[in-house]
């Protein structure tokens, strides 16, 4: 019987691989047969996150890189070698590109707007172009992008992110048929849109310093999520495991979200 989920042989190579999504994406991966390379600026993260797996007895190493530079990333991907699925979950939240109590639309920093724009739309872009140089070679290959609830509707205060996630599902569907129509239908390209989860960039917008108490905007999108919960990290794994495999062969061009509901609900 053909199992449908059994991702042995295929190199996954996951940007942002250091991160609390990255890494809990690279696990899952991992934990279906995938050898997982995980790719980062800091070699710390990066190093612990594959140790982390290969405790659990997956295959996983790692290799610094900056998305936002191709240079980086060819010689990052010189040393990775064939790459069969690329997770791009790079991404970045910056205080000074979103509006607040103490920080009007005309206060925004240009500089932080542009960094946000560079990691999360550019951060995909280059890395979704250099190895589909090795999927249009093969014949074959799976990308899986990272977007957000905010590439359907934009979050408030959260201008530059919203604009980059809206972005990079627009590249997931406009790369998804260019890939299929011009070098293989065996080339997909798809997204997968996680609700909200708790992480390093967004803890302190969504939980209080002291008291581990939910800020206004913590509470508003738990009100807003019908399964009344921010998600867990490896309840991302399913979606990722299932768009890397033959299980979702005849899918490109789509986006999965994973959020307790919240874009389905209407907020009544």
């Known amino acids: 019987m053909h199992n449908w989920f059994d991702l042995t042989g295929k190199t996954a190579l996951v940007t942002g691989g250091g991160g609390v999504l990255g890494s809990a994406m690279a696990r899952a991966l991992a934990d279906h047969g995938a050898h997982v390379v995980l790719l980062g600026r800091t070699r710390e993260k990066v190093e612990r996150a594959a140790a982390l797996i290969r405790e659990r007895s997956g295959a996983a190493s790692w290799v610094q890189g900056d998305v936002t530079e191709a240079d980086s990333m060819n010689m990052a991907l010189a040393a990775v070698g064939d790459v ?56 074959q290959g799976v990308i899986i992008n990272v977007a957000s609830m905010s590439s359907f509707r934009p979050v408030t205060r959260n201008v530059a992110y919203s604009a980059s996630k809206a972005a990079l599902l627009n590249f997931t569907q406009w790369l998804a048929v260019h890939m299929a129509q011009h070098y293989s239908p065996n080339i997909r390209v798809n997204a997968i849109a996680p609700g909200f989860f708790l992480t390093e960039i967004n803890r302190s917008l969504l939980v209080e310093p002291t008291g581990g108490r939910l800020t206004a905007r913590g509470e ?29 062969k005849f899918i490109t061009g789509a986006v999965i979200p994973v959020d307790g509901g919240h874009l389905a609900f209407s907020g009544v």
């Not at 979103?98 to 542009?114: I, K, N, Q, V």
């Open 84 to 139: 069969h699925i690329l997770v791009n979950a790079a991404g970045t939240i910056i205080p000074e590109a979103m509006t607040s109590a103490d920080r009007s639309l005309f206060e925004l920093s240009l500089p932080a707007m542009r960094q946000v724009m560079d990691v999360n739309w550019m951060g995909t872009v280059i890395p979704s172009l250099l190895v589909a140089r090795q999927f249009a070679v093969r014949g």
């Open 220 to 248: 508003a999108i738990i009100a807003h999520t019908p399964m009344g919960r921010f998600g867990d990290p490896d309840e991302l794994g399913g979606a990722t495991v299932f768009l890397a495999s033959d299980a979702s």
